[in-house]
């Protein structure tokens, strides 16, 4: 059972713990907000949210850290090792780190840079196993609309879910393999970090930095929902963040 205030008596500080180490990584380095919201998202993805993407390589795990998606890319790892142990001085396996990789991406996104905010329900329980294969078909920069509709359904989101949560895209970076096509076939040089809102206009101009941005506004079934974000950040922020 899953509950926002299981750690209120077992660990009182363990909420604000997670907030300030957050910031103060996000202080060092302004891009580790971003970092941690896609950590979140590519450990959910695969087997839910257990942090299965937290282990390494040993005899009987075969690490996710290696599949495509995540290799040289995941970041934030640090982060999450070293909040961790501020919290097992605290409070001595109390705290899962599923849970803190969760909060994490909550307080990044809202504490940190003013984005979007949501309840986190705290008691996710570390995974002891991995899943390479599962890790690898993590959506890609190539895949089309249909594509990413359908791996979202898979894990019961739907149109909506995806186009609000690609918003997320608005901050970060991403490596040149990924956006070079787009660069040299229409000139659209712009990072991620145009900030909130600014990357849902930028749809709509056909300046998607991704390939797999641009496509959820190509003239198919999810444009209408890109164009309500455009125009309505709170609506967009309260989608992102809905359960
Ligand atoms: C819809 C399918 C998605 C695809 C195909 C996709 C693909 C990508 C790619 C190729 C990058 C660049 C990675 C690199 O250069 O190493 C990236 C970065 C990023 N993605 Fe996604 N992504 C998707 C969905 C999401 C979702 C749902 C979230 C979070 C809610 C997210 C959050 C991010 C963030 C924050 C970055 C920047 C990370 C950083 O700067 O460290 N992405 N994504």
């Given at each position: ?52 993407i ?9 690490s996710e850290?290696?599949a ?62 991995a899943?390479r294969?599962?890790a ?108």
């Amino acid at each position: 059972q899953l509950s926002p205030t299981l750690y209120d008596a077992t660990c009182p500080s363990a909420l604000n713990t997670i907030r300030m180490g957050i910031r103060n990584a996000v202080s060092r380095e302004r891009r580790m907000a971003a970092s941690l919201m896609r950590l979140h998202f590519h450990d959910c993805f695969v087997q839910g949210c257990d942090v299965s993407i937290l282990l390494d390589d040993s005899s009987s795990i075969d690490s996710e850290k290696n599949a495509l998606p995540n290799f040289k890319s995941a970041r934030g790892f640090d982060v999450i090792d070293s909040v961790k142990s501020q919290l097992e001085r605290v409070c001595p396996g109390v705290v899962s780190c599923a849970d803190i990789v969760a909060v994490a991406a909550r307080d990044a996104s809202f504490a940190v840079i003013g984005g979007p905010s949501w309840t986190v329900k705290l008691g996710r329980r570390d995974s002891t196993a991995a899943s390479r294969s599962l890790a690898e078909n993590l959506p890609s920069f190539t895949d089309g609309l249909d594509k990413l509709i359908s791996t979202f359904a898979t894990k019961g989101l739907n149109a909506r879910d995806l186009v609000a949560l690609s918003g997320a895209h608005t901050i970060g970076q991403a490596q040149c393999a990924f956006f070079r096509d787009r660069i040299y076939n229409i000139k659209a040089i712009l990072m991620l970090d145009s900030r909130a809102l600014e990357g849902f206009k930028n749809l709509i101009q056909k300046k998607g930095l991704l390939a797999s941005d641009q496509v959820l506004f190509s003239g198919g079934s999810t444009d209408s929902i890109v164009d309500e974000y455009s125009k309505n950040p709170s609506k967009f922020k309260s989608d992102f963040g809905h359960d």
